[in-house]
């Protein structure tokens, strides 16, 4: 692969040298396949909406071109004013770009601000006032510095919208709108997704023009690193099949999802009691609490992390093993994004969603996106009645061709992992994905822990 490394390394994209070392100190060896489309385009100023499936490396591939343009030849810098604004739909995405683009950021001589809901508005506004660079903000916090005259967008060179879909998902069609208006023809716009919609396309081309669609993936693919089981399950027993799936499996790092604020409060009490370490991230809890659980679970003092869908969009969490889907997302878009937490930058992992009689609907709509790449699986102590012989998956019409592999699947004590090609691969103790074997249950049933909840 020596020939395809030289033509793919960074050093082909035509960036500086201040930008090569960092990504050579940073341990970034090749592009990925979307940094190398986007790179180029973007450098050579183009406006674009990319679509490329989760864990990619989106956001390098819109920070590198963007900050190259700032500075071109490294020069210090001596006057500082807002030229690249980055927005993202939540504070977590928000944070995450912040690091990330730190340290490229110092090496061209900027200053970066971090504005998001939550966040101490008086500090945010001083940094402001000093000067800064690099804007990355949740909306309605940039909208606030905006409207108090903290911040002066008019001077933006580079717009960029992370997770642009979830912005309109959000209410914020008519802020783009806006925000679009007031930058004008003289910034470069980008717009990124792994789940660019229609919509989103319709809105980027009434305002940027002219503008190069950039789809490495089909939107809404979800990457083949990622191995799916579904689990049909009777919804009082979901809390017992959750455990069990984390004590068989051994995992060290899950990220379970569920719907709802309220729901994720109980599941995280429930796991606690069989002895598991647990936080909780949702909507309604303290922005510093929110801040602090998340650290938690990215340094391993937390074992499972319980989250709706807000922890769904963009959060790149090393060694996160499997995400587990209590329940079937709300919006169909958000279970790629749920299930994209792991599998990143080609390293495999798991997704397992579990689904009750009540979520059946769903499921068949789900199955549109997810086509023939989940597999199901029938625990007959937590399947219901109805599933025991053969399994949902089978019985929506799109299905009905695989009718027989899936019912053989169905049967099956317990099947192990599967590689790309469908061929069974050697499962290690770490992967261990085929300890799904309910008659195996007693033996690895996690253990109610006996101390208070
Ligand atoms: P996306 O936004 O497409 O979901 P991210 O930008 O969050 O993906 O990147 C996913 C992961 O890939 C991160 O852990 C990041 O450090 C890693 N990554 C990004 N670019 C590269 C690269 N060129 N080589 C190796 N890993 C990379
Ligand atoms: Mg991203």
Redesign the pocket.
């Given at each position: 692969m020596a020939d395809g490394r030289e033509v793919n390394a960074f050093g082909k994209l035509k960036l500086g040298d201040a930008l090569l070392e960092v990504l050579e100190q940073e341990g970034?060896?090749?592009?990925?396949p979307?940094?190398s489309r986007l790179v180029p385009v973007l450098l050579a100023s183009a406006n674009a909406v990319a679509s490329?499936q989760?864990?990619?490396?989106?956001?390098?591939a819109f920070l590198l071109p963007t900050l190259h343009l700032m500075n071109p030849d490294g020069k210090p810098v001596t006057h500082h004013y807002p030229r690249l604004f980055i927005l993202s739909p939540t504070k977590e995405l928000a944070q995450q770009i912040y690091e990330v683009s730190r340290p490229f950021v110092q090496a061209l001589g900027f200053r970066a601000v971090l504005l998001q809901g939550g966040g101490k508005r008086a500090e945010e506004t001083k940094r402001l006032e000093k000067g800064a660079d690099v804007i990355i903000a949740t909306p309605q916090r940039a909208l606030e510095h905006i409207e108090a005259r903290h911040l002066d967008i008019k001077s933006v060179k580079h717009f960029v919208v992370d997770e642009a879909d979830m912005m309109f998902d959000m209410g914020f069609v008519s802020y783009l709108e806006k925000l679009f208006g007031v930058l004008g023809e003289r910034s470069q716009k980008v717009i990124v997704s792994?789940t660019i919609t229609p919509r989103v396309v319709k809105l980027a081309k009434t305002y940027i023009k002219p503008l190069r669609r950039i789809e490495l993936d089909p939107p809404g693919k979800i990457a083949d690193t990622i191995t799916q089981y579904l689990y049909p399950v009777v919804r009082s027993k979901k809390e017992g099949l959750l455990a069990y799936l984390i004590s068989a499996n051994h995992l060290k790092r899950v990220l379970v999802f569920v719907r709802k604020k309220e729901l994720a409060d109980g599941v995280a009490d429930g796991l606690r009691e069989w002895g598991y370490k647990v936080g909780v991230l949702h909507g309604e809890r303290m922005h510093l609490e929110r801040k602090k659980t998340l650290l938690a679970f990215r340094e391993g003092r937390i074992q499972i992390l319980v989250a709706t869908d807000i922890a769904a969009r963009?959060l790149?969490i090393a060694e996160l093993e499997a995400v587990i889907n209590y329940d079937i997302p709300h919006v169909k878009h958000d279970f790629i994004h749920r299930v994209?937490r792991t599998g990143?930058?080609g390293k495999e992992g798991a997704a397992m969603t579990l689904v009750s009689p009540d979520e059946i609907e769903q499921l068949a709509d789900l199955q549109k996106v997810l086509g023939n790449k989940i597999k199901e699986i029938i625990l007959p102590e937590y399947a219901p009645k109805e599933v025991k012989s053969r399994g949902w998956l089978i019985q929506a019409p799109q299905r009905r061709r695989r009718k027989a592999s899936v019912a053989a699947a169905g049967k099956e004590k317990h099947s192990g992992p599967l590689n790309k090609k469908g061929k069974k691969r050697k499962t290690t103790k770490r992967d261990g994905f085929k300890l799904h074997d309910a008659s195996k249950r007693s033996a690895s049933k996690p253990r109610r822990s006996r101390g208070r909840k």
């Amino acid at each position: 692969m020596a020939d395809g490394r030289e033509v793919n390394a960074f050093g082909k994209l035509k960036l500086g040298d201040a930008l090569l070392e960092v990504l050579e100190q940073e341990g970034y060896s090749q592009p990925t396949p979307i940094q190398s489309r986007l790179v180029p385009v973007l450098l050579a100023s183009a406006n674009a909406v990319a679509s490329a499936q989760t864990g990619s490396g989106k956001t390098l591939a819109f920070l590198l071109p963007t900050l190259h343009l700032m500075n071109p030849d490294g020069k210090p810098v001596t006057h500082h004013y807002p030229r690249l604004f980055i927005l993202s739909p939540t504070k977590e995405l928000a944070q995450q770009i912040y690091e990330v683009s730190r340290p490229f950021v110092q090496a061209l001589g900027f200053r970066a601000v971090l504005l998001q809901g939550g966040g101490k508005r008086a500090e945010e506004t001083k940094r402001l006032e000093k000067g800064a660079d690099v804007i990355i903000a949740t909306p309605q916090r940039a909208l606030e510095h905006i409207e108090a005259r903290h911040l002066d967008i008019k001077s933006v060179k580079h717009f960029v919208v992370d997770e642009a879909d979830m912005m309109f998902d959000m209410g914020f069609v008519s802020y783009l709108e806006k925000l679009f208006g007031v930058l004008g023809e003289r910034s470069q716009k980008v717009i990124v997704s792994a789940t660019i919609t229609p919509r989103v396309v319709k809105l980027a081309k009434t305002y940027i023009k002219p503008l190069r669609r950039i789809e490495l993936d089909p939107p809404g693919k979800i990457a083949d690193t990622i191995t799916q089981y579904l689990y049909p399950v009777v919804r009082s027993k979901k809390e017992g099949l959750l455990a069990y799936l984390i004590s068989a499996n051994h995992l060290k790092r899950v990220l379970v999802f569920v719907r709802k604020k309220e729901l994720a409060d109980g599941v995280a009490d429930g796991l606690r009691e069989w002895g598991y370490k647990v936080g909780v991230l949702h909507g309604e809890r303290m922005h510093l609490e929110r801040k602090k659980t998340l650290l938690a679970f990215r340094e391993g003092r937390i074992q499972i992390l319980v989250a709706t869908d807000i922890a769904a969009r963009g959060l790149d969490i090393a060694e996160l093993e499997a995400v587990i889907n209590y329940d079937i997302p709300h919006v169909k878009h958000d279970f790629i994004h749920r299930v994209g937490r792991t599998g990143r930058a080609g390293k495999e992992g798991a997704a397992m969603t579990l689904v009750s009689p009540d979520e059946i609907e769903q499921l068949a709509d789900l199955q549109k996106v997810l086509g023939n790449k989940i597999k199901e699986i029938i625990l007959p102590e937590y399947a219901p009645k109805e599933v025991k012989s053969r399994g949902w998956l089978i019985q929506a019409p799109q299905r009905r061709r695989r009718k027989a592999s899936v019912a053989a699947a169905g049967k099956e004590k317990h099947s192990g992992p599967l590689n790309k090609k469908g061929k069974k691969r050697k499962t290690t103790k770490r992967d261990g994905f085929k300890l799904h074997d309910a008659s195996k249950r007693s033996a690895s049933k996690p253990r109610r822990s006996r101390g208070r909840k």
